[in-house]
């Protein structure tokens, strides 16, 4: 079932320079996509501080997802709202419209992704909600899922701007002894710097997506 993503930038009003931080935003995106090819239409600018995006898969979605929150640097933030269920094209539109659950519930997981962040969980950046055309046994995968993000959204978010290169290197396939050479560090140095992030657990989840999401 196709997955829909609405992405909002996090304190976009602060932002010093607004064109500037979008064209990060896009080169970031593309140096993602690029890397690792998984959306079925790629993150884009649409309205206000938002981008939208489909990926084929749930799994799919969480990996890519999880790579640009490691690409991010520290001064440029995103909310993650998922929805699972059907994207359409508006028919008639004069521009490409899309409507339909999967964009319904990705409206609902951002206003939650919104409201978390405001109480008790400032971790918060990812939520994924089904559409009304979702099953049981789809229910039960996002439940999972949910779960699942809550936790490394606290893991990533904790990390510093080195510690999240590192784990998106790793992710990448990238060797320590490479990461080391490109950060000017020694290998023991990455290989502490990953295990006291927990990155080791980051990765190795981020490589159940990948491999799911080939399948």
Known sequence: MPVAVIADIIGSRALPDRSAAQREFARLFAEVEEAMPLAAEPLRATVGDEFQA?????????????????????????????????????????????????????????????????????????????????????????????????????????????????????CLGQTQKALAAAEGITQSAVSQALQNAGAVAVVAGFEILRERAAA
């Open 54 to 170: 489909v990926y084929p898969t749930l799994d799919a979605a969480l990996a890519a997802l999880l790579l640009i929150q490691l690409v991010l640097p520290d001064e440029l933030g995103l909310r993650f709202g998922v929805g699972v269920g059907e994207v359409r094209a508006v028919t008639g539109a004069d521009t490409a419209l899309q409507d339909g659950p999967g964009w319904w519930a990705a409206r609902d997981a951002i206003d939650i992704v919104d409201a978390r962040q405001q109480r008790a969980m400032p971790s918060t950046r990812t939520w994924i909600v089904g559409g009304d055309d979702h099953d049981g046994r789809m229910s039960d995968a996002i439940d999972t899922a949910n779960a699942y993000v809550l936790l490394r959204d606290q893991l990533v978010t904790g990390m510093t701007a080195r510690e999240r290169r590192l784990t998106y290197g790793r």
